[in-house]
């Protein structure tokens, strides 16, 4: 049920950002969880379960990860080898055509879903272990880009466009927090810590903690000096660690 649940938050999401319109500095806005909605529902009927006490937020897709394969830091062949997830992916309305969406037939690496899911799948070994306790999900389902195909992130929108964006995606993660039970949110990087907290604490929930894992983008530098290192330290400090590792 808790599933079901989570995907009802998602498609009201879905439709109510539907309604947004985006200007400058965008041109193309992805909506992966239309085009790619049917690995992304394999992914959270197989992995959402309810009682996972960790929610790992990022901010947003990424280009080549949730943009191609509808799974949050979704690399492509985490999502098919590791997760055994594959599915129908479409395309956006529009596309720039120097950031294609391809699904499953991408051959670029997303760096970012790489390091992230790298480090799990070499502490978990299996999926199952990792989502026992844990889940991951991004505040927003939607990846904005300029004339000149850059990634504009959320915070560089307009800024009543942004207000009207953040405002939705913070109401669903308060409901996504709810039915999952989440204890302990983990923003990937301090804009999805810095959203999650004021989210939370607006709509009262002062009883869920708010943490800080790097995010580990290749545009930041610390991430490139050794990111799983760094991750493990931090891991070990919310008593994660332990938790993914024991037998």
Same mark, same amino acid.
């Given at each position: ?10 498609? $009201? ?6 309604? /947004? ?66 599915? =129908?992916?479409?395309?956006?309305? =529009? ?33 199952? $272990?990792?989502? #026992? ?61 810095? $959203? ?12 869920? #903690? ?32 332990? /938790?993914?590792?024991?037998?």
């Amino acid at each position: 049920m808790t599933a079901n649940e989570f995907l009802e938050i998602e498609l $009201r999401l879905n439709a109510e950002l539907d309604q /947004l319109v985006f200007g400058s500095p965008v041109r193309y806005v992805y909506r992966p969880l239309h085009y790619a909605w049917e690995p992304h529902k394999a992914f959270v009927q197989k992995f959402c379960r309810g009682g996972q006490s960790f929610l790992f937020l990022g901010m947003n897709p990424g280009p080549f990860g949730m943009t191609q394969t509808g799974v949050p830091f979704g690399e492509v062949k985490v999502v098919r080898d590791w997760f055994g997830i594959t599915g =129908e992916v479409g395309r956006p309305a =529009e596309e720039h055509p120097k950031k294609p969406v391809r699904g499953f037939a991408i051959t670029r690496s997303e760096v970012s879903g790489a390091r992230f899911w790298g480090l799990f799948r070499q502490l978990c070994r299996e999926p199952e $272990r990792f989502f #026992r306790h844990c889940y991951v999900h991004n505040l927003c389902p939607l990846s904005f880009m300029a004339e000149s195909g850059k990634n504009v992130t959320p915070p560089e929108l307009a800024v009543e466009e942004r207000n009207a964006l953040l405002a939705k995606c913070d109401a669903a993660l308060c409901q996504i927090v709810r039915v999952l039970g989440v204890t302990t949110v983990i923003g990937v990087g301090r804009l999805a810590e810095k $959203r999650a907290r004021k989210a939370l604490a607006a709509a009262g929930m002062d009883d869920v #903690r708010v943490e800080w894992l790097m995010h580990p983008s290749p545009s930041n530098p610390q991430a490139n000096k050794g990111w799983a290192e760094v991750a493990m330290v931090t891991l070990e400090k919310l008593d994660v660690l332990s /938790l993914l590792t024991d037998q």
